[in-house]
């Protein structure tokens, strides 16, 4: 197939028509264009930039990226037939991608995929190896991760809000990606630096080394709603969901990837992997909630809306809106809590179920999973964790969300 330009359009949107009607159509999960970095020495993909992801999106775009990738020999049967897709675009593929979106080559307001393919243009697609830079990456079922390109169009779709925590699969996601050294959002191979470390550190250009990780930061990919804010970028994971208005303070503070805020929240505490805190929620300096990487937790928590956890505090199961967890205090699934018979039914009034009553009025914590209006507290004089219906609203500083 020999690719003309496209004059008008409405010739646009017929070319699309005619791609999807094609025998080898399959509507993507995800897709995007990816600037790759390779290693030196491994000659593997260490990292993929993602400036636009499309997530059951813009399958126009997707269906003319094809087409230029079919016209330049890339076998239509491959596609849908896995899970996910990579591949490699030449300089060729992406001349024709921009004939093909020549309509609107004028006026890139509300076009970001035709955007990227612009500047995919203005610049130079090969590398030093003669490997291409830059990749069409596509996702068909959210299966485990196999790849470098398939690690980061989830985790940069989950950062950028297409989708949230818990909601696709990352298994498989630390055996995909390298180890390797950041500089900035430049990854380093390891072993290139350690085959060449004598001779750059002599000629003065080792790099200044941020960081060793398979995941780089949050802010080397993603750019923030205007009301949130993050002091320090070391604080948040690639992979980590910020909905607007989350303020991620310094200090003990810090993000993982799969988990997150679904609303302003404020976070001095750690939010572990698969960890969602709701809308209005305070988590107090040196605060830790409990993932389910490792640990043998298996269990994953969110803590509702308008709550909040106290300076220091542990929790270790999930918990409803209006929460409290006093400073100090360690609330884990198997802790004993004593609940008075009265503050029992006082959570019966707002919850749909509670335990049933006890004599002793001892409880397990997992016992209390989901409640809301939970107040815990640590009794300073017996030393017994305690649980009653809280009395207090908590309201974020709206000044600083």
Known sequence: MTITPLKTQNEFKAFVAEQKAQIWWSAPLAYAVARVEYGPISGEVMSAQMPVVNWKANEGSFAVMMAAAIAHGFEPSQIGQGPELIIPLTRAMIEDMGKLFAPYMDDLEGHANVNVVKQMLDLSAETAAGQPQFELVALFADEACTSVESAYLKLI???????????????????????VAWVGNIPHELAHLRKNKAALQLAGEYPHIGYVDKLPRFLHHVIPADNTRIIDGAKVRIGAHLAAGTTVMPGASYINFNAG???PAMIEGRVSSSVIIGSGTDVGGGASILGVLSGGNSTPIGIGENGLLGANAVCGIPLGDGCIIDAGASVLAGSKVKIKAAQLKALAEINKAVPEEREDETYKAADLSGLNGLHFRQNSMTGVLEAFRSNFEIKLNEALH
């Open 157 to 179: 779709a989950m950062s950028e809000g297409h989708v949230k925590p818990r909601e696709v699969n990352f298994d498989g996601v630390f055996g995909a990606l390298p180890n």
């Open 261 to 263: 805020t679904l609303g």
